[in-house]
């Protein structure tokens, strides 16, 4: 049985957002789009995964991860960071995850906290 390493996120080689190191999508990324386009759908997961841009705003501690936290009346999103001590990993599900080119496979960098209702206010 094959296992797929899932760790958390190192923000450290992230681009910043207005770096001249992010480059934003263009003609020349329509071929990789299509073949994960193809990929997904061969496993039947294009309603379930998709592909976002990685970069970062600012630095964050070793000790603690991006949370996305929700606010259901006013339709906000926000991310914060918050310390990893402070999340509890058997109510949250990861919904965001970078590519390695290692054994490791991926890299998770988001991860939705919930309970039986729907979200607990905060994503991590």
Not at 81 to 107: G, Y
């Amino acid at each position: 049985m094959t296992t797929v390493q899932i760790q958390a996120m190192q923000w450290g080689e992230i681009p910043y957002m207005g770096s001249p190191e992010l480059v934003p999508f263009s003609d020349d990324d329509t071929e990789c789009f299509r073949e994960i386009r193809d990929v997904l759908k061969r496993h039947n997961a294009l309603q379930r995964f998709g592909v976002f841009l990685i970069h970062k705003h600012f630095d964050i501690a070793e000790d603690e991860e991006m949370t996305e936290c929700t606010d259901h009346e006013e339709r906000k999103l926000t991310i914060i960071p918050r310390k990893k001590a402070d999340i509890d990993p058997e109510v949250t599900v990861p919904t965001n995850w970078i590519f390695t080119d290692t054994e490791q496979v991926a890299a998770a960098c988001c991860e939705c906290a919930r309970n039986s209702g729907g979200h607990q206010g905060h994503h991590r």
